[in-house]
């Protein structure tokens, strides 16, 4: 209780004084010091992040390694990129409203039905080995009760690794795929 009244009373005999005193600043006798910043070469203003927003650090270049004889410097680590097709898959059907599932195999370029849908898989691939285990399926999903001649209701990839990614929005079946033989 006393340490608040002592500060008190310093302010009032600081003010009764007139002159209140603080410590003294360095001042720069630099002209540089003084002026503002200009912005960094190649930044655009408008892309700020904003206050107190963090950047992320930019991304390490690929290491290149030493120059081919026929070209350009190659890539220092090269990941196989090529997947491996199969001829048929292993499908997930999710029955939304029983909240059923079950599976079906499926091979490529044969149609079957699942309620309203008819489903043909017209690709299936795997990664290689020396990656990380993924299989995608290209379906192409239609309704059969919709018009001759009308588009499918989906016609695209769906991923093992990541079945959101898909654009597949019936709203009563969902199917994911679970492997390619």
Do not use: H
Not at 17 to 23: K, Q
Not at 28 to 49: H, V
Not at 62 to 72: C, E, I, S
Not at 140 to 154: C, I, L, N, T
């Amino acid at each position: 209780m006393r340490f608040p009244l002592l500060g008190a009373i310093m302010v009032l005999s600081a003010a009764m004084v007139g002159t209140v005193s603080y410590p003294a600043r360095a001042q720069s006798s630099d002209p540089i010091q003084g002026q503002a910043l200009a912005p960094p070469p190649n930044t655009d203003p408008s892309k700020d992040l904003g206050v107190g927003a963090i950047a992320a650090p930019p991304l390490p270049a690929v290491p290149l390694a030493a120059p081919t004889p026929n070209g350009p410097p190659a890539a220092a680590v090269a990941a196989p990129t090529e997947w491996v097709p199969k001829t048929s898959a292993q499908l997930t059907i999710l029955d939304k409203i029983y909240g059923t599932s079950g599976s079906q195999a499926a091979t490529i370029g044969t149609p079957f039905k699942v309620r309203f849908l008819t489903v043909s898989v017209l690709a299936c691939w795997v990664r290689p080995a020396d990656l990380p285990p993924d299989a995608a399926a290209f379906l192409e999903v239609s309704d059969s009760r919709a018009s001759p001649g009308s588009a499918p209701e989906f016609r695209g990839w769906i991923f093992k690794a990541e079945p959101a990614l898909s654009g597949l929005s019936d709203p009563v079946t969902d199917i994911s795929v679970e492997s390619c033989t």
